[in-house]
């Protein structure tokens, strides 16, 4: 295994780890006990924006190493891709959630208990990293690029199920409405005829928005990134 490889793995494993750990009952609630609600967010932040800034400083470091011919018409898939995925996250950024960890217990009673885009998926955010992460893995093709997206899409799967199963134990038949009219999987309570979809919970400014961080982060891709957002 190269050096810059192993630091990768090493940086990826731990931005994982960190994520599964804090997240896990056992650890989370004597820390939240101790920090309250606000400190606890406050550390499991940062915790997350080292480990983070370590894997994309380990990635940026890794050797490239091919595992199938990227680029070419591959490359225009992130280009197709990333419009959805922006959308989803301003998406969840914006609306009142029911998956949030801590305050969303009042979405139970609230009589539009998944607005908007938690119609099409209840967790956004998460689809959002995974659309990310599985486009540019497809479009690099290298090594490197399939241990951090691979770790991140894998997280994101996860904590899916994972924040499922907390809202299912901690709220019990209450968590049971929303479950039955929304679903993880995109549009499938749409396709089942479970919900409706709520366009007025969107609205037009949010794909505006999404609209606008795509263009920015197509400029600043190059500088960032150091491969252009743009495919020539």
């Known amino acids: 295994m190269q050096p810059g490889l192993d630091a990768l793995i090493a940086a990826t494993a731990t931005f994982v780890a960190s994520h599964i750990l804090l997240a896990s009952a056992p ?27 370590w894997m994309i400083h380990a990635w940026r470091d890794a050797p490239v190493i091919p595992l199938w011919p990227g680029g070419g ?6 280009v197709a891709v990333m419009p959805v995925a922006l959308l989803l996250a301003v998406c969840a950024f914006t609306t009142a ?14 009589r539009n208990q998944a607005p908007g885009i938690f119609r099409v ?12 992460a599985s486009a540019h893995i497809v479009a690099r093709g290298d090594l490197a690029a399939l241990v951090m997206m691979g770790g991140l899409a894998g997280l994101a799967v ?3 199920f994972h924040i499922d199963h907390k809202k299912e134990t901690r709220l019990g038949a209450a968590w049971g ?19 409706r979809m709520d366009w007025a919970g969107i ?20 500088t960032i990134i150091g491969v252009p957002g743009w495919p020539a």
């Open 121 to 132: 998926t209840r967790h956004p955010f998460l689809w959002s990293v995974v659309l990310w």
């Open 97 to 110: 959630s029911p998956t949030l960890p801590a305050g969303s217990e009042a979405m139970i009673s609230a």
């Open 27 to 53: 650890l989370r609630t004597p820390l939240a006990a101790r920090l309250g609600e606000r400190g606890f967010m406050l550390l499991y932040s940062a915790v997350a924006l080292a480990t983070f800034v």
């Open 158 to 160: 996860a904590g899916m």
């Open 177 to 195: 409405p929303i479950l039955m009219t929304t679903s993880i999987l995109p549009f499938r309570a749409l396709a089942e005829g479970r919900t």
């Open 203 to 222: 609205g037009w400014w949010r794909p505006l928005v999404a609209a606008a961080l795509y263009i920015i982060l197509v400029w600043l891709h190059p």
């Open 73 to 78: 018409a591959l490359a225009w898939l992130p």
